[in-house]
Structures are given as structure tokens and as C-alpha cells.
């Protein structure tokens, strides 16, 4: 019997339906050339669910998500709220609730360079072309979470950074399983020299290694992982580390990429996963048709390979956008003052053709052309 598997699309605000649209064709596609069922359910959150509910994540919106097996979402977020410090129910709440609700520990995010765009990075294309790394951040614990306070009436203030080993046990098992699929180099970035909690922190992963004997790992202070990202990024394939250095080397990260219109993400734990791209509702440009669609295809390229293990459904999206972009196709913010005019394509124009790809990939395979 086939297997039907449950998608929640959670447009959200700005470009998100414009971009989520996108991404949920493109799991039709992939059904359709592949033989899968999908099913899916809209869902409310953000500014839009505020308006209809007063509410930035209804119940029903949280309840449809724990009966699913992934959940697809576009971005929150208005300017109204930007520009009103002092609103109390707020589109990001739904996020960081949802965060909590499902228990989404751990934030992976794909930093993939596309050759074509090497040229978008501040990075020299000789330094990054050929970079591939999945960052595996820790998303509810250490020092977010730990308990803070003023003291010495109010002249002196303490964070302090907590884990304990289970916390880390749970997303370093996560991380090695991935090296184990990829190059199998496991980075573990800590400040071991420093903090006790970076010290139990390593002591887990040298733990859990033995159980990993094909993965290499390599502990590295964060200090030298901000430096060595910039300097020679092809080193690295997996990455593994706490909330804060995480938060961190991530953005910088984002921006060796070059674009927020290409970067993917995911949310998982132990149950339901969110995918979404790590850009915002970009409300500069929302309802004008140029969104790039490309970073909530790559998310869903994420969900095949890890919410439903379709390695080589998720390569084919991956593929079908190199092909696009070999072609020399670009959105807006991807052009360079060299692309031609033709060749700058609008969301929908975007979004067609990575389906495009994808089933001419699949009618080649097949002779079916
Ligand atoms: P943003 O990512 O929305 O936009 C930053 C810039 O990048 C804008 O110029 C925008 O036009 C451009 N951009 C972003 N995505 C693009 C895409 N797919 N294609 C083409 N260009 C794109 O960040 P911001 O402007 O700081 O925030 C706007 C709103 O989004 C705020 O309300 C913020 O709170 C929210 N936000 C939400 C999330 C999320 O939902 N995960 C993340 C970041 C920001």
C-alpha cells in the first residue's frame, strides 16, 4: 500500500503564499513523476491569523500540525508590527510557539553554493565554489534559555549557558547520521577552553563517536570555526554546535551564499519538522510577482530527504535549480548587471521552470518523452 504523507502549508505573511505556492507544486510535481501520494491542508499563522483570530497561532493551526508528517512555511511578519515596538500580540510569536509546541530542537541549514552565483558572495569564487556544509544549530537550550538576572542593583548582569547531556546527545546523534549520508566529516564547534559547558559538551561527542566510525570528527574552538568559514569553507561538510554559537556562524554563513533568496531551512525534533526558507515576508516586494521562489524549493528538497528519506526526490529538486540557473536564468535579486533581460524571470516564471526540469529529468530516465 502507498503511503500518503500529510504536508500543513503555512503561508504566513508578504511573500509567503507567493513563494509557498511554489513549493507546494513542486511536491505535486515530485508525486506526480515519483508515484507518491501528498496530501494537503493551509493553515493560518502570523499577521494573517492575527487578522482572522486575533491570534498569531490558533489552535486549529497547531493541532493540524501534529497530525501531519511535515510542515511547509513561508515567512511572518508585517511592517506594522516593525514599526510598533509596543503591539503585544505579534506575528513572531506564532513562530517561536510552534518552536516550543512541537519541540524543534534542532535547526539545520543547507549552505549550498550554486556555482552560477558564486559571484553574489564577498567571498572570492575561487575560495567558495564547490563550498557544501549542513549546519546542525542547537535550537532550545544553552544560553537563550538559561536563567538571567541583574544584580548589585542592577550594575551587574548574568546569563548563564546551560546543557545537559541528553541535550546535546539528541542533536549530535542527528548531526553524525547526517555526515554519515554526506562526506562524513563531522565539525563540532565549542569553547572547550573556556566554558564548562562547552567541555560537557565535547565530552558527548567524544562519547558518541565510536559509535559513528566512518565519520571523521574534528572539535573546533568558535572562535577559529568564525575565521575558518571565511578563509576555506570547503573544508567543512557537517557542523555541529550549541544555540548562540550557532545563531552566529549561521548568519555569517547566509552570507558567504550570497543571497537570502537561496538559503533553505529545517526544524526538526523527534516529532513533526518544519521546513521554510530563512528569509522574511520581504514586504518591499510582496504582491509584485519578483518574489525568488527558489529558497522555499530548496526547503522542500530538505523535507523530501528528511521528513519522508526521498534522497533522490531531493536531489532532483536540488539538480533541476542547477540546471535552471546553468541556463542562466535568475530572479531579480540573483542578477548580476551582466544577466540579460529575458532572462530575469518573475515568481511564477521561477517556479515553472524548476518544474519544468524536474519532469524532463524524470522522461529522460525513463524514455518517456
Ligand atoms: P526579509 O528577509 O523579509 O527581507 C530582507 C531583504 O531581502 C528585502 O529587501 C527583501 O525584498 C529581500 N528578500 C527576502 N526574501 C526574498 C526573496 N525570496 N526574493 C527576493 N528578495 C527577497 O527581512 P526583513 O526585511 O528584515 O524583514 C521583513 C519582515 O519579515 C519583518 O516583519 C520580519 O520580522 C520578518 N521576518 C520573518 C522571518 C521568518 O518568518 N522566519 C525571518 C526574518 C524576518
Known amino acids: 500500500m502507498i503511503h500518503k504523507r500529510k504536508i500543513i502549508i503555512l503561508p504566513g505573511d508578504g511573500i509567503g503564499p507567493e513563494v509557498t505556492q511554489w513549493g507546494r507544486r513542486t511536491i505535486e510535481t515530485i508525486g506526480e513523476c515519483y508515484g507518491h501520494l501528498f496530501e494537503f491542508e493551509e493553515a493560518l499563522i502570523g499577521h494573517s491569523a492575527i487578522q482572522a483570530t486575533g491570534n498569531p497561532l490558533p489552535d486549529e493551526t497547531l493541532a493540524a500540525c501534529r497530525k501531519a508528517d511535515a510542515i511547509l512555511l513561508g515567512a511572518v511578519g508585517d511592517p506594522m508590527y516593525d514599526n510598533n515596538p509596543k503591539l503585544k500580540v505579534r506575528p513572531e510569536q506564532g513562530l517561536l510557539k510552534i518552536r516550543k509546541e512541537l519541540g524543534l530542537y534542532a535547526n539545520l541549514r543547507p549552505i549550498k553554493i550554486f556555482d552560477e552565483l558564486a559571484h553574489a558572495s564577498s567571498l572570492k569564487p575561487e575560495v567558495l565554489q564547490g563550498s557544501d556544509i549542513l549546519f546542525f544549530r542547537e535550537l532550545t537550550g544553552g544560553i537563550?534559555?538559561?536563567?538571567?538576572?541583574?544584580?548589585?542593583?542592577?550594575?551587574?548582569?548574568i546569563s548563564t549557558m546551560i546543557y545537559s547531556k541528553d541535550e546535546v546527545r539528541r542533536i549530535?546523534?542527528?548531526?553524525?547520521?547526517?555526515?554519515r549520508t554526506r562526506r562524513k566529516i563531522l565539525h563540532s564547534v565549542d569553547k572547550a577552553n573556556v566554558l564548562e559547558a562547552s567541555r560537557l559538551w565535547r565530552e558527548v561527542i567524544q562519547e558518541i563517536s565510536p559509535e559513528y566510525p566512518d565519520v571523521t570528527v574534528h572539535h573546533m574552538f568558535v572562535d577559529n570555526a568564525a575565521m575558518q568559514l571565511?578563509?576555506?569553507?570547503?573544508?567543512?561538510?557537517?557542523?555541529v554546535t550549541e544555540n548562540m554559537f550557532g545563531d552566529i556562524l549561521t548568519d555569517e554563513a547566509s552570507q558567504i551564499a550570497g543571497s537570502l533568496g537561496m538559503l533553505a531551512s529545517a526544524s526538526v525534533g523527534d516529532q513533526v519538522g518544519l521546513y521554510e526558507p530563512i528569509h522574511g515576508s520581504a514586504p518591499d516586494i510582496a504582491g509584485k510577482g519578483i518574489a525568488n521562489p527558489l529558497a522555499t524549493i530548496l526547503s522542500v528538497a530538505l523535507m523530501l530527504d528528511i521528513a519522508f528519506g526521498m534522497k533522490r526526490e531531493s536531489e532532483a529538486v536540488i539538480e533541476a535549480v542547477d540546471?535552471?540557473?546553468k541556463k542562466g536564468f535568475r530572479t531579480g535579486?540573483?542578477?548580476?548587471?551582466?544577466t540579460p533581460k529575458e532572462r530575469i524571470l518573475g515568481t511564477d516564471a521561477m517556479g515553472q521552470k524548476v518544474l519544468n526540469e524536474i519532469q524532463m529529468a524524470v522522461s529522460l530516465v525513463t524514455g518517456d518523452r
Open 144 to 157: 537563550y534559555f538559561g536563567p538571567q538576572e541583574r544584580i548589585a542593583e542592577g550594575d551587574v548582569a
Open 172 to 179: 549530535a546523534v542527528k548531526a553524525f547520521e547526517a555526515a
Open 230 to 239: 571565511i578563509k576555506n569553507p570547503k573544508q567543512f561538510d557537517v557542523i
Open 323 to 325: 540546471t535552471v540557473l
Open 333 to 338: 535579486d540573483i542578477a548580476d548587471p551582466g
